[in-house]
C-alpha cells in the first residue's frame, strides 16, 4: 500500500512537471518571433506581403492542429500525442536552423506551429485529467508558467542572438534550435509518467 502510494504520488509529480515545464516552452516557443523577424527579413530580403504571409501560414497550422489533436489523443493517449508536439517542436528547430531560403523556412515555421498547437491541446486535456482538486488554482498557475516564459522570450532571445560559439554568432537560426530544444526537457517527465487517457475514454464508453 504505502510502495503503491509512493508510486502514484511520484507519478502525479511526473505529469505536474509536463504541465509546468510545458507551458514554459511553449510561451518560449511562442514569442521569441519578435526580436528574430528584422533578422530574418533582412538576412532573405523579404518585404512586409512575405513576412505577412509566413506569420498568416503559422497561424494556419496552429489551427490546423488544434482541429485534429482532440482526435489524436483520443486514438492514441495524450502521453503519446504530448511527445510527438515535443519532438516536433525539437525538429522544426533543426529545420529553421538549416533553412536557407524563404519556402524553407516557411514551411519550418508552419511545423513549428503545428507543433505549438498539438502542445497547448494536449498539455489542457493532461492538466484536465491530473487537477481534480484545485483545478482553477493549477491552471492559472499552469498558465503562470506560459506568462513568465513569454515575459522572458524577447530578451532570451535578443540575448541568445548575439551569442558567440566556437567563433559564430548564434543569431537567429541558432537561437531557434536551443529555444526549441528546450522542448528535450519535458520530454523526460513525460516519458516517465503514467497517463490514463485510454482507460477514462473506455470507462465511459462503458457508461
Keep these: ?15 505536474v512537471l509536463t504541465v509546468f ?13 519578435g526580436p528574430a523577424i528584422p533578422r530574418i527579413q533582412m538576412n532573405f530580403g523579404l518585404d512586409e506581403m512575405q513576412i505577412g504571409t509566413l506569420l498568416s501560414l503559422n497561424s494556419l497550422g496552429y489551427l490546423l492542429a488544434c482541429s485534429f489533436t482532440a482526435f489524436l489523443v483520443r486514438k492514441w493517449g495524450v502521453k503519446c500525442v504530448t511527445l510527438i508536439a515535443f519532438g516536433s517542436m525539437v525538429a522544426s528547430g533543426i529545420f ?24 497547448e491541446i494536449a498539455l489542457a486535456v493532461l492538466g484536465a485529467q491530473i487537477f481534480i482538486k ?12 506560459y506568462g513568465l516564459s513569454s515575459t522572458v522570450a524577447p530578451m532570451l532571445a535578443s540575448g541568445l542572438m548575439t551569442v558567440t560559439l566556437f567563433g559564430h554568432t548564434l543569431d537567429w537560426r541558432g537561437m531557434y534550435l536551443v529555444v526549441l530544444s528546450l522542448c528535450l526537457i519535458p520530454m523526460i517527465p513525460a516519458l516517465l509518467g503514467r497517463f490514463q487517457t485510454r482507460t477514462i475514454r473506455r470507462k465511459n464508453e462503458r457508461r
Excluded at 101 to 113: E, K, V
Aim: a positive charge; charged letters at 10%; aromatic letters at 20%.
Design 134 to 145: 484545485n483545478t482553477g488554482t493549477m491552471m492559472n498557475l499552469s498558465h503562470f508558467f
Design 96 to 119: 529553421i536552423f538549416l533553412s536557407q531560403s524563404y519556402p524553407a523556412l516557411t514551411g519550418s515555421y508552419f511545423f513549428m506551429y503545428l507543433g505549438n498547437g498539438m502542445l
Design 1 to 15: 500500500m504505502i510502495t503503491s502510494s509512493k508510486a502514484s504520488k511520484r507519478n502525479y509529480i511526473f505529469q
Design 21 to 33: 515545464i510545458g507551458f514554459l516552452v511553449f510561451g518560449f516557443s511562442e514569442n521569441v518571433k
